[in-house]
């Protein structure tokens, strides 16, 4: 379900089966999976990729070089972050082209959940059933089956045996 006049979605966007997509999102050069949704003011850069059945709230932002496995949720207004050192212009003062940077990558495991406004620092990787409070801002790798919440988002405590 596509509701294209509200929404940007490049030609070369692959979609799975059975993706819901709502008004307001930017979409170019992903790769989202089966059964997954999008909700309004989301966007996906190039590079990205998202796997199936993940649920992705509105206001969140997801820049190239994040992976997002199977089964995820991300809450509303998550930003995701992929260079260390941005600037807009080189030492020049020339504006950067992708040529002048490096895109570092961050994973999320499966069945990961993200709370609304979390940033997500690039290079990291969020284990899989971890659990990531609002507002946390994660600088680090956060461990399998754990909760994590603050700035930086520190471990609070690990999920039971299911």
């Not at 309004?40 to 059945?53: L, S, Y």
């Not at 990531?132 to 045996?161: C, W």
Request: aromatic residues 6%.
């Amino acid at each position: 379900m596509v509701n294209a006049e509200f929404a940007r979605i490049a030609p070369d966007v692959k979609l799975g089966q059975g993706v819901k997509i709502f008004a307001f999102v930017n979409l170019y050069g992903c790769e989202i999976g089966d059964e997954s949704k999008i909700g309004t003011f989301v966007e996906i850069q190039k590079g990205a990729k998202i796997g199936n059945r993940v649920k992705i709230s509105s206001h969140t932002f997801i820049c190239e070089g994040v992976t997002i496995q199977d089964e995820v949720f991300i809450g509303h207004g998550v930003m995701f972050i992929n260079d260390k050192y941005p600037r807009a212009a080189t030492s020049i003062g020339q504006l950067q082209t992708e040529a002048d940077w490096i895109c570092v990558p961050t994973l999320i495991g499966r069945g990961a959940s993200i709370g609304s406004n979390a940033t997500i620092l690039c290079g990291v990787t969020i284990g899989q059933q971890a659990i990531v409070g609002a507002g946390s801002v994660v600088t680090r790798d956060v461990p399998p089956r754990s909760i994590v919440a603050g700035n930086p988002a520190r471990v609070i405590r690990m999920l039971e045996a299911e």
